[in-house]
């Protein structure tokens, strides 16, 4: 199977700057997408940030120009530059990968969820 770890959420100041990881392992064929959500009480989980296995990616417009996610392919690890940080970015970050992988016989592709990091933006 597949198993993601997070890493890097903590406390920040407002205008403050984080960099979250995430390391898969396990038997992984290829990665398509590799992306960033978030949690925050009360809310549904909402799509941060993505990136394609080509280098595209994608931005909530909340985030756009602070947040940065990056992808390392030979690591099976993505990235999430946080600058300029603000108190309603609060949340649990999760990373997700949308993998091809191999179960029995068959190539099957499926969404792997990290266990999520809390990221509390406060002064």
């Known amino acids: 199977q597949v198993h993601l770890v997070e890493s890097g959420g903590g406390l920040v100041q407002p205008g403050g700057s984080l960099r979250l990881s995430c390391v898969a392992s396990?038997?992984?064929?290829?990665?398509?997408?590799m992306g960033w959500y978030r949690q925050a009480p009360g809310n549904q989980r909402e799509l941060v940030a993505s990136?394609?296995?080509?280098?595209?990616?994608d931005y909530a417009d909340s985030v756009k120009g602070r947040f940065t996610i990056s992808r390392d392919n030979a690591k099976n690890t993505v990235y999430l530059q946080m600058d300029n940080v603000k108190p309603e970015d609060t949340a649990v970050y999760y990373c997700?990968?949308?993998?091809?992988?191999?179960?029995?016989?068959?190539?099957?592709?499926?969404?792997?969820w990290g266990q999520g990091t809390q990221v509390t933006v406060s002064s």
């Open positions: 990136i394609t296995s080509g280098g595209g990616t």
């Open positions: 396990g038997s992984i064929l290829r990665i398509n997408v």
């Open positions: 997700m990968y949308n993998a091809d992988v191999q179960i029995l016989q068959t190539t099957s592709t499926r969404n792997f």
